[in-house]
């Protein structure tokens, strides 16, 4: 019944290699969101797709590329990894793009360095 | 850019009192959201205002909101041991971004 959905939950891994994180939302929402919280919780958007469409892609390295099979799914994939990468992520849905929707996030996934 | 500022970052208090958090933000907006989040946790939506709305309840939630000092502010009544959790303000303009402030952290102790 889990509304919005991310794996792992945490990842460990060290510099320089590429990981990728899933999300999956099962409310029909044609839009979702990927955020980053930082350790002084500031969370920040990082893309947004609508229906599949990239809609929003704030200043992310492009070592960062979100892939969207499908509406239902949004996964980040990251390159070449660095310390500053450690974070936790949050996937998130809404009904629509544009309109006064609230956003429904996933558990989120801490992602750390080494 | 980071739109909302909350004040004060943290907040301890007792049972069964009201929190008061505050959000101001820069930019004109289309609403004002406020999310909780409890420690190792995903954020919660828990009432969004539009900018045409002056207050909003929620149970124990009220929120208001004044466009022209562009603040609004969030009120928690009879507080629980289990409102414990940081609490976000967000922002919503044209094109649907969400911006987030820095969040308050609010602590109830039994």
């Known amino acids: 019944d889990t509304a919005v959905s991310q794996t792992p939950k945490y990842l460990v891994t060290q510099m320089g290699n590429d990981k990728s994180i899933k999300c999956e939302q099962n409310l029909g929402h044609d839009t979702m969101y990927w955020y980053k919280q930082d350790s002084k919780k500031f969370l920040k958007i990082m893309f947004s797709?609508?229906?599949?469409?990239?809609?929003i892609n704030e200043t992310v390295p492009n070592r960062f590329s979100p892939k969207s099979p499908d509406k239902a799914h949004l996964n980040l994939h990251i390159n070449s990894l660095e310390l500053g990468d450690s974070a936790v992520y949050f996937c998130?849905?809404?009904?629509?793009?544009?309109?006064?929707?609230?956003?429904?996030f996933g558990p989120g996934t801490r992602l750390t360095v080494t | 850019s980071q739109q909302g500022e909350e004040d004060p970052q943290a907040l301890s208090i007792q049972e069964g009192e009201n929190a008061t958090m505050n959000c101001s933000y820069k930019?004109?907006?289309?609403?004002l959201q406020w999310y909780r989040q409890n420690s190792g946790r995903g954020l919660v939506h828990l009432i969004l205002?539009?900018?045409?709305?002056r207050e909003k309840h929620s149970g124990r939630l009220r929120v208001t909101l004044d466009t022209s000092k562009k603040s609004s502010s969030l009120l928690i009544t009879a507080s629980r041991a289990a409102d414990t959790a940081s609490y976000f303000c967000a922002t919503q303009s044209q094109g649907g971004k969400l911006i987030f402030g820095q969040g308050t952290e609010l602590s109830v102790k039994p």
């Open positions: 998130a849905s809404s009904q629509f793009a544009t309109e006064s929707y609230e956003q429904y």
């Open positions: 205002i539009r900018s045409n709305e």
């Open positions: 797709y609508n229906n599949k469409e990239l809609i």
């Open positions: 930019t004109s907006i289309n609403n």
